[in-house]
């Protein structure tokens, strides 16, 4: 072992200023109270990655990466203490810090004045920034382990210095840090941030310059807010975004332009979400083309920006194969055609058809009857193998071959229509072929009638939907335009399928998180409200809701939604149980949040919401029950961290009894019963608490073994070579 690797390693075990390794998890990372979480973070983060990049190489620090993890006992330490501690701060001083977490803890990153909304756990950055930069640094450093709590410094060059995970202590992670400036060559520069004015810090990539323009916006004059927003027109590489949201989504129409002018000068790939905020809002058509612009140049370094571009251009135009009116008044009023008949009438067809290739084989209109036949066989055929098991294709794949071959002699021969191309397309994607299935799909949908309702056309509508879908997807991912027209037409074939009688609420959803993820939110709220109201029992639709609510309406309106419809007289009977889940959902973000008594009052009407679901649909019991014991040691939790032991034992020992097998299940902040229990078992013991400390302890023993088990993400705690490690 090289000596840099064994001094490092040797650090794991040793003894410093920091204190002594302790001897169990609990004691080694002692988990935060109310009162740590109320402290703020003291560590300062960049915004983005191209940022920390812009100030590293201007200052002369290296950038630190922190990679950190909700509900992971060493990561919970480091957010709610060690990066609250002044001491541990003055360590991190040194280096352009990121952080690097997939864990939301706020509903919205801005408000509706485009105000930031800095994350409660991590201080200057917003959710969504430290969600961003996560899979950059996965990309760039994390060798395909997603491993937290993590920390890498990296040098002006790019290259890492260390990066040091699975470490069993603090200590040795904070001499790390401590080390890596210590025995730096490259001397930083000075900040020479005290000689330029507010406005000459316009230009500056530092969140705390950033941070000192926002607010200097917000509380100045309109003098000194037009000042502002002059130089952020000069330099269009600072990308100035947040300075810019703000007067964008302000009260001041002449601001508002002023911004909207600057935004179209944008270099950066930054401003491409604000932009594409600012198109959602009425405006003259010289302005929005401007910024359709500035998005479409911004294309060429941002797949984020060609998305955005694409939507705007895209779902304003209708699609030239699906004529949507149409289509909307054939199905009006359309009912689910049961299959039987339907299968009797195609074999009563096919008969006929077989007939009449008795006579001649070359009849083209018999194959083609005979194809749609054998692909209405295939569509309604089992799945499962046939007796050889597993060797051989199953008589749902003979069928399929056997419609394609009748279809591509019946298509030789001079055959057309939608119902050849609908077995041409639906049986080639069904052997695996997209690539030949998808002109044969398009010319089924253009050929359609409207308002056809059998069983085929629903699966080439679903079929082209998906292509479409595909083809966005793949080219986003290869960094290659695409055309708004793909858009216009799987989004029309989406909305044909909602009103399908054989349209499903899988569809719906699919339909839902393409429109989510190309951040088209009007038209993927107008998706999910008509999926909802003809699917309303659908678990998949109400967890869309949920995030949909909460990103929309806040937390308060998600639990807004759910009483309304509670008080209207004709309501779906498991409703109350999807209630419940979403104050369960609220209670967590109020939890983010550190408003512990706000969590609390949600988890109990989480708990009558679930009373009343038992009651109103008995089916729902067993769910029901899980999400109870769930709620009811989530609530121990929130009651253990206020130092309220009595409480927070009462409610773990209620939830152990409502559903023993819960208790390793993990709620949204990625905590267990079990776990809370261990440290609450603790804090009873240090508080000579021993009756009630006995009685968790016998409520532990009984659970079953196999809840007690580590999480496979906390299996492997020791250090290993390759986890404390100088690159350098």
């Known amino acids: 072992m090289k000596a840099t690797h064994l001094a490092l390693l040797l650090l794991t075990f040793s003894s410093s200023a920091f204190g002594q390794r302790p001897t169990n998890r609990e004691a080694m990372w002692p988990a935060p109270t109310a009162e740590d979480w109320k402290r703020p973070c003291l560590i300062r983060w960049e915004r983005s990655w191209e940022d920390a990049v812009a100030v590293s190489q201007k200052t002369h620090r290296p950038i630190l990466i922190c990679v950190n993890m909700d509900g992971e006992i060493a990561s919970e330490h480091y957010a709610g203490v060690r990066y609250r501690q002044k001491e541990i701060a003055r360590l991190y001083k040194p280096y352009v810090c990121v952080i690097a977490s997939v864990y939301r803890h706020n509903v919205r990153d801005y408000d509706d004045q485009g105000r930031r909304i800095p994350c409660p756990r991590f201080g200057t950055v917003t959710c969504g920034e430290h969600i961003a930069i996560e899979p950059i640094i996965y990309e760039k450093f994390l060798d395909g382990k997603r491993v937290a709590p993590r920390h890498i410094m990296v040098e002006l060059d790019g290259k890492e210095s260390y990066d040091i995970y699975y470490a069993l202590d603090t200590a040795s992670v904070f001499e790390a840090i401590e080390k890596g400036i210590a025995t730096r060559k490259i001397q930083a520069r000075p900040d020479p941030r005290g000689d330029r004015s507010i406005t000459e810090r316009v230009r500056s990539r530092d969140s705390k310059d950033r941070e000192a323009v926002e607010k200097a916006y917000i509380q100045g004059d309109k003098k000194l807010k037009r000042a502002l927003l002059a130089e952020a027109m000069k330099n269009p590489d600072a ?3 947040g300075l810019l949201r703000l007067a964008i989504f302000g009260f001041d129409q002449e601001l508002a332009a002023q911004a909207r002018a600057a935004l179209a000068r944008s270099t950066r790939p930054g401003a491409a979400e604000v932009i594409h905020e600012a198109l959602r809002a009425p405006m003259k058509a010289e302005e929005r083309e ?15 920006a060609r998305r955005y571009a694409v939507v705007h251009r895209g779902l304003g135009t209708g699609s030239k194969l699906l004529d949507l009116g149409r ?7 359309a009912e689910y055609q049961p299959a039987l008949p339907q299968l009797f009438a195609v074999g009563e067809e096919a008969d006929r058809a077989r007939k009449r290739l008795r006579k001649d084989r070359r009849d083209p209109a018999a194959l083609a009857a005979l194809a749609y036949s054998r692909l209405l066989l295939a569509l309604e055929a089992p799945s499962a193998r046939g007796p050889r098991r597993g060797r051989g294709p199953s008589q749902r794949e003979l069928l399929f071959r056997d419609a394609l071959e009748a279809a591509e002699e019946a298509a030789k021969l001079g055959a057309k229509g939608w119902k050849l191309e609908s077995v041409l397309a639906l049986a080639r994607m069904a052997g695996g072929d997209r690539k ?32 479409r879908r595909d083809a966005i997807v793949d080219a986003h991912r290869a960094k290659r335009p695409w055309p708004p027209q793909w858009l216009t037409d799987m989004d029309s074939a989406y909305r044909v399928l909602a009103g399908h009688p054989l349209g499903t609420d899988r569809q719906v959803v699919e339909h839902f998180d393409m429109l989510s993820w190309l951040d088209a939110k009007g038209r993927a709220g107008l998706a999910l409200q008509k999926g909802l109201a003809r699917f309303p029992a659908s678990w998949l639709l109400h967890d869309r809701l ?11 309106g998600l639990e807004a939604w759910y009483r309304r419809r509670l008080q209207e007289k004709r309501q779906e009977r498991t409703l109350p149980w999807f209630a419940g889940y979403a104050s369960i959902v ?11 008594e706000q969590a609390l009052a949600a988890y109990g009407r ?13 089916e729902t019991r067993t769910s029901a029950e899980h999400y109870v014991a769930v709620a009811l040691a989530s609530k121990a939790r929130v009651l253990f961290e206020q130092g309220a032991l009595e409480a927070a034992t009462d409610a773990l020992l209620r939830s152990f009894r409502t559903r023993p097998s819960a208790a390793s299940a993990r709620d949204g902040l990625n905590l267990s019963a079990v ?13 000579k608490m021993d009756s009630l400390a006995l009685l968790l302890q016998k409520a532990l023993d009984g659970l079953p073994p196999e809840v007690l088990e580590l999480p496979a993400f906390e299996r492997r705690i020791g250090p290993s070579r390759r986890g404390l490690r100088r690159r350098r």
Not at 327 to 333: C, E, I, Q, S, Y
Not at 446 to 460: C, D, I, K, N, W
Not at 586 to 596: K, L, N, S
Request: hydrophobic share 50%; glycine share 6%; proline share 7%.
């Open 239 to 241: 990308d100035p975004s």
């Open 290 to 304: 401007a910024l359709l612009a500035a998005l479409e140049r911004l294309s060429k370094r941002s797949p984020k």
């Open 546 to 556: 949920r995030g949909f609510l909460l990103k929309t309406k806040g937390v308060k």
């Open 327 to 333: 289509w909307t008044k054939g199905l009006a009023g």
């Open 586 to 596: 609220a209670a967590e973000f109020h939890r983010r949040a550190r408003r512990p």
């Open 436 to 467: 030949a299935a998808l002109p044969h799909a398009e010319k089924a949908v253009a050929a359609l009638p409207p308002g056809e309702t059998g069983l085929v056309s629903a699966r080439v509508l679903h079929l082209f939907a998906r292509l």
């Open 675 to 687: 776990e809370t229990a261990r440290m609450l078992l603790r804090a009873l013991k240090a508080e």
């Open 606 to 618: 989480a708990l009558a919401f679930f009373k009343q679901s038992v009651d109103q649909a008995p």
